[in-house]
């Protein structure tokens, strides 16, 4: 009777460690390889039954051959040369057209920085503020400290893709920085849908719905489709915008939603998939976050605590098919030996991760937590042996 209480307290202990290692590992800015394959592989079999959405809610507006020339000042103040930046005359121009028109842009959001001051900044202020939607991108310095636009009183939201991580690549997305700092996709959910967003612990609360703080962006835009013609999402240069008559501007932009940014050159990450241009990345974000691509709920939870209590039961008993089924086929083989209980742990984790992504889009790191219930297994085992 002991014993078998001993292991119905190991069973709830190690699922509810199993259940904090997960989310722990979830909000890491980075993958792990095993993720990345598991991810592409999984994410084949959607691409297959893939359908672009609709390009009629957006206008992407590309500013990567639109620049001007600025000093640039060293830390003392002292001119040391020029940088180039957005053409903020030609965005200046863009704004007022928009802001003089009846039927006015769903949203307009900036993914630019604003940091160095220039004298169109009042004229582009003064339209932004006639724009009951619109948001411009503000990033952290390397001390994480807000970089704020030189325009204040606009609408801004945080647009750095992949924070904390040192490895190059945007693979997962984050929310909420600092349970405070709202990023661009999720402030532009919350002006367009009129609802608040709070984060609690490494879930998100957006209107009725819970999401992941941090998840694997599923696109549904890939970089390749704005250079489809038929995928009808191209962007459009800045400059050859501006050569139609103010009546064509306002038309094209009236009730979308509309991404300025650099889509072609500069602004480029690696993804999991592509090299993808920043702008499309939030665009894709914004995407997910109005499909609600990764919800928490209590189907999802309870997926989780059955299979964790199976593994952890496992891993404090003797008991184990997959396991004896190995050294079965691979008895002679001294590694299959120990590494059979591995193998177990990792099947079945895999086939939870697979079913967690194609019902919630939520994928489950299989390689650590394999790592940790064959720990635990291998104590458990020269403990039992040392007791006898």
């Known amino acids: 009777m ?11 202990a190690n699922t509810i460690t199993l259940f904090v ?33 609709s390009s009629e809610r957006f206008a992407l507006i590309n500013t990567s051959y639109d620049l001007m020339l600025i000093d640039r000042y060293d830390e003392f103040g002292f001119p040391v040369g020029n940088q180039a930046i957005t ?17 006015k842009p769903d949203m307009m959001f900036f993914d630019i920085l604003f940091e160095a001051p220039t004298p169109e900044d009042s004229a582009l202020r003064a339209s932004l503020l006639q724009l009951p939607r619109h948001m411009l991108s503000y990033h952290l310095d390397t001390d994480e400290q807000p970089i704020l ?30 349970d405070s700092l709202h990023l661009s996709p999720l402030r532009i959910y919350e002006i367009l849908y009129d609802t608040k967003a709070r984060q609690i612990g490494p879930f998100v609360q ?16 890939l970089q390749k489709d704005i250079d489809d013609l038929e995928a009808g999402f191209n962007p459009v240069n800045l400059g050859e915008l501006l050569l139609l008559p103010d009546e064509d501007i306002q038309e094209y932009l009236k009730g979308k939603i509309v991404v ?32 609600m691509d990764t919800y928490v709920n209590f189907w999802f939870f309870l997926l989780l605590g059955v ?15 997959i396991e004896e089924a190995i050294q079965r086929r691979f008895g002679n083989v001294r590694l299959a030996k120990y590494l059979a209980g591995f193998a177990s742990y990792l099947a079945i984790l895999t086939s939870l991760s697979v079913l967690t992504f194609f019902i919630f889009n939520i ?22 042996n040392w007791i006898s």
């Open 260 to 291: 300025i940014g650099d889509f072609r050159e500069n602004d480029m990450h690696e993804t999991l998939f592509e090299i993808t241009a920043g702008p499309l990345i939030l665009v894709n974000v914004l995407l997910s976050l109005e499909a």
């Open 206 to 221: 957006v209107g009725e719905h819970t999401t992941l703080n941090n998840f694997i962006i599923d696109y549904k835009v």
């Open 21 to 53: 290692l997960s989310f722990w590992l979830i909000s890491l800015p980075w993958l792990a390889g095993d993720e990345k394959l598991m991810i592409w592989t999984t994410s084949l079999v959607k691409f297959l039954n893939r359908e672009v959405p």
């Open 149 to 178: 636009p030189v325009m204040p009183g606009v609408n801004i939201g945080l647009s750095d893709y992949v924070i904390g991580n040192n490895f190059e690549g945007a693979y997962k997305y984050q929310l909420v920085y600092n």
């Open 87 to 103: 053409d903020r005359s030609r965005m200046a121009l863009l704004l007022d057209i928009v802001s003089k028109a009846q039927h």
């Open 2 to 12: 002991q014993r078998r209480l001993l292991l119905v307290v190991g069973v709830i």
């Open 307 to 321: 299979v964790f209590a199976y593994v952890s039961y496992m891993s404090l008993t003797d008991k184990d098919i």
């Open 363 to 384: 994928h489950i790191n299989v390689f650590f937590l394999s790592c940790y219930l064959y720990g635990v297994d291998k104590t458990n085992g020269l403990i039992r």
